[in-house]
């Protein structure tokens, strides 16, 4: 199949960035000829993919690349005003093209904020692009059950667990990284991390109190980080400066497989690309994984009010720390997907 895909495909990677470059890249292992436009305010690294940088440019890329492709498949949070517009534009192109378009809703802030759009302006936008789309793809029962308000045919939606795939072989840097995790109690992931922000002065609180004892810390920075600070961070954290692992922000093979291996994954609210909230808020998911992917079914958004970074801290150290009776009710949600949810996408493009 031909297919242009429309979404977040640049660092520093997260979960939606992860997912949709992972399933770029299988699509292409596979065979089928990808066309990747990436709408995300940070540059793209891999080659061929397509950086938009206004919403003009936005519209004829579609136009350019979307003639004579099987299938067009915007990939958002659906949050952001400017995401919003042009998921709405490629719809409407997709349209006009006679192409078949498909929109994937990742979790997070759709699920909070999209019942909550104007009704003369975004809950409209919302129902012509649904109604203009050949499927509508939801990462989550919550931000399905919300999608489906806006557009009453629920043949239009369809419910897949947001998941990244991981890479198929394991070469000899990534599982010398990975060997340094290995022996440790539990993992902690804080990814598309920013100094200052509310996740660094978790991080901070943590080392602090001397909280994260047989612990394994990756840290992944938002952007390249110098060696000055990476010096402090070990300074401050002292006993834990053994534990800390720093990984970069572009390297999306080993936060794959850091999130694989992780007990919780922290980072900031994001969408599009667009970090948001950072001094405010942080999202915190627990992972699942198989062999071949991994699914985040528990979540927690966490908004600061005040200081409250050492309660948060403590918070993450419960988290870690659960025992067997505590984890009840928390990992019997955790399974992993059996499912090869790749291959349901890919016969949702298929079908006709």
Not at 144 to 157: C, E, L, Q
Not at 218 to 226: D, R, Y
């Given at each position: 199949?031909?297919?242009?895909?429309?979404?977040?495909?640049?660092?520093?990677?997260?979960?939606?960035?992860?997912?949709?470059?992972?399933?770029?890249n299988r699509l292409t292992d596979e065979g089928h000829k990808c066309k990747v436009i990436n709408i995300s305010?940070?540059?793209?690294?891999?080659?061929?993919?397509?950086?938009?940088?206004?919403?003009?440019?936005?519209?004829?890329?579609?136009?350019?690349?979307?003639?004579?492709?099987?299938?067009?498949?915007?990939?958002?949070?659906?949050?952001?005003?400017?995401?919003?517009?042009?998921?709405?534009?490629?719809?409407?192109?997709?349209?006009?093209?006679?192409?078949?378009?498909?929109?994937?809703?990742?979790?997070?802030?759709?699920?909070?904020?999209?019942?909550?759009?104007?009704?003369?302006?975004?809950?409209?936008?919302?129902?012509?692009?649904?109604?203009?789309?050949?499927?509508?793809?939801?990462?989550?029962?919550?931000?399905?059950?919300?999608?489906?308000?806006?557009?009453?045919?629920?043949?239009?939606?369809?419910?897949?667990?947001?998941?990244?795939?991981?890479?198929?072989?394991?070469?000899?840097?990534?599982?010398?990284?990975?060997?340094?995790?290995?022996?440790?109690?539990?993992?902690?992931?804080?990814?598309?991390?920013?100094?200052?922000?509310?996740?660094?002065?978790?991080?901070?609180?943590?080392?602090?109190?001397?909280?994260?004892?047989?612990?394994?810390?990756?840290?992944?920075?938002?952007?390249?980080?110098?060696?000055?600070?990476?010096?402090?961070?070990?300074?401050?954290?002292?006993?834990?400066?053994?534990?800390?692992?720093?990984?970069?922000?572009?390297?999306?093979?080993?936060?794959?497989?850091?999130?694989?291996?992780?007990?919780?994954?922290?980072?900031?609210?994001?969408?599009?690309?667009?970090?948001?909230?950072?001094?405010?808020?942080?999202?915190?998911?627990?992972?699942?994984?198989?062999?071949?992917?991994?699914?985040?079914?528990?979540?927690?958004?966490?908004?600061?009010?005040?200081?409250?970074?050492?309660?948060?801290?403590?918070?993450?150290?419960?988290?870690?720390?659960?025992?067997?009776?505590?984890?009840?009710?928390?990992?019997?949600?955790?399974?992993?997907?059996?499912?090869?949810?790749?291959?349901?996408?890919?016969?949702?493009?298929?079908?006709?």
């Amino acid at each position: 199949m031909k297919i242009l895909l429309i979404g977040n495909f640049a660092p520093p990677y997260e979960e939606e960035s992860l997912h949709n470059l992972s399933l770029y890249n299988r699509l292409t292992d596979e065979g089928h000829k990808c066309k990747v436009i990436n709408i995300s305010p940070n540059s793209s690294i891999v080659d061929g993919f397509i950086d938009n940088t206004s919403y003009v440019a936005f519209i004829l890329m579609v136009i350019q690349h979307g003639f004579g492709k099987d299938a067009i498949h915007f990939f958002t949070k659906g949050y952001t005003r400017p995401g919003l517009m042009k998921m709405v534009t490629a719809v409407f192109l997709a349209r006009l093209m006679l192409t078949r378009h498909f929109i994937t809703i990742h979790p997070e802030l759709f699920s909070v904020f999209g019942q909550l759009r104007s009704k003369m302006g975004g809950q409209m936008l919302l129902h012509l692009s649904f109604s203009l789309s050949s499927k509508v793809i939801c990462g989550d029962r919550h931000t399905y059950d919300v999608a489906s308000i806006h557009y009453k045919n629920k043949n239009k939606f369809a419910l897949i667990p947001s998941f990244v795939l991981l890479p198929a072989e394991i070469n000899e840097k990534e599982n010398m990284n990975l060997e340094k995790i290995k022996g440790k109690k539990r993992t902690i992931v804080l990814s598309n991390v920013r100094y200052p922000s509310f996740i660094f002065d978790i991080l901070d609180a943590l080392m602090d109190k001397k909280l994260l004892s047989d612990t394994g810390v990756v840290l992944a920075f938002s952007e390249k980080l110098s060696s000055k600070l990476e010096h402090v961070i070990k300074e401050e954290g002292r006993e834990a400066a053994d534990n800390i692992i720093f990984v970069d922000f572009a390297d999306h093979r080993m936060l794959s497989l850091f999130y694989a291996s992780a007990d919780l994954i922290m980072r900031p609210q994001s969408c599009d690309g667009v970090t948001l909230f950072d001094c405010l808020a942080v999202n915190a998911r627990m992972p699942a994984a198989s062999k071949e992917q991994i699914i985040f079914p528990v979540s927690l958004s966490i908004v600061k009010e005040g200081e409250i970074s050492d309660t948060t801290s403590y918070l993450v150290k419960d988290l870690l720390e659960r025992d067997e009776d505590s984890q009840v009710g928390i990992d019997s949600n955790r399974e992993p997907e059996t499912e090869d949810l790749y291959q349901k996408i890919v016969e949702i493009y298929a079908a006709k």
